[in-house]
């Protein structure tokens, strides 16, 4: 079953398996808060095993604009980008490094020719998304594409690629809504540019979370969406099996 595309049927038949959660699990709180994240877990896990990526009530309601952000991507994930930028509408698309992860490209140059034709696959996917209105968007603006290259990217075929976007090789640092954002594939530089909302990748060794006013959001751990006129954050676990996409269990940053 397309669980991502069928919201509706999915949300009824994890609403019956969180009842069942609710039996196993309950400790007192009310049937329905308790049905609900049951319900929401086990969408999520179903969600992981087909492949895909379920989209929690609450961001589904989210009012405004949001930036979504992927980091370290195996090219494998690239249709469920797509379908995440139809069902979203985000404002930004954010890419923080290593676009097409399988290929190693700092370790194997000689795969260049390799990571251009999985880049040509990613253009294709994104190019006729970048023109469509974002929800909670001003009238006639596009999406906003981000791109910060990684150790395993060649920056300047990304920038010859997607000339829609702004390219960077190393850090950036960004207005999105009234959030100020920053931008790198390594999180100490994005760290060091003194944002409040740090976007990064890489690897798993600055965890997402956080301390006083900065939100600090891993990439490679979970596909991140932010609510720009709220600020709050979603973390969309990825499908099951991408670390294993990405050639490394777990992803140690390469």
Request: proline share 6%; with cysteine.
């Amino acid at each position: 079953a397309d669980l991502f595309r069928n919201g509706e049927q999915q949300q009824q038949i994890t609403m019956r398996y969180g009842v069942l959660l609710y039996g196993i699990y309950g400790d007192g709180e009310s049937a329905d808060s308790c049905t609900v994240v049951g319900a929401e877990y086990l969408a999520t896990v179903l969600a992981r095993a087909a492949g895909s990526v379920h989209l929690p009530r609450a961001l589904r309601e989210a009012g405004g604009p949001l930036l979504l952000h992927v980091s370290d991507p195996p090219s494998s994930l690239y249709p469920l980008v797509g379908r995440l930028l139809d069902a979203l509408r985000p404002a930004w698309l954010l890419l923080t490094g290593d676009l097409a992860d399988e290929l190693k490209l700092e370790l194997y140059p000689a795969l260049r020719h390799r990571y251009a034709a999985r880049l040509a696959h990613l253009r294709e996917v994104l190019l006729p998304r970048l023109s469509a209105a974002p929800r909670g968007g001003e009238p006639g603006q596009g999406l906003r594409l981000l791109v910060c290259a990684g150790n395993h990217d060649d920056a300047l075929l990304v920038r010859s690629l997607f000339p829609e976007g702004l390219v960077v090789a190393d850090s950036l640092r960004f207005r999105a809504g009234g959030l100020d954002c920053a931008a790198s594939h390594w999180a100490a530089r994005a760290e060091e540019t003194g944002a409040d909302y740090l976007f990064y990748g890489h690897d798993l060794s600055r965890p997402s979370g956080e301390e006083g006013r900065r939100r600090y959001l891993n990439g490679v751990s979970s596909i991140n969406v932010v609510a720009l006129g709220s600020g709050e954050v979603f973390h969309l676990p990825y499908p099951a099996g991408t670390d294993a996409k990405r050639l490394l269990r777990p992803k140690i940053g390469l």
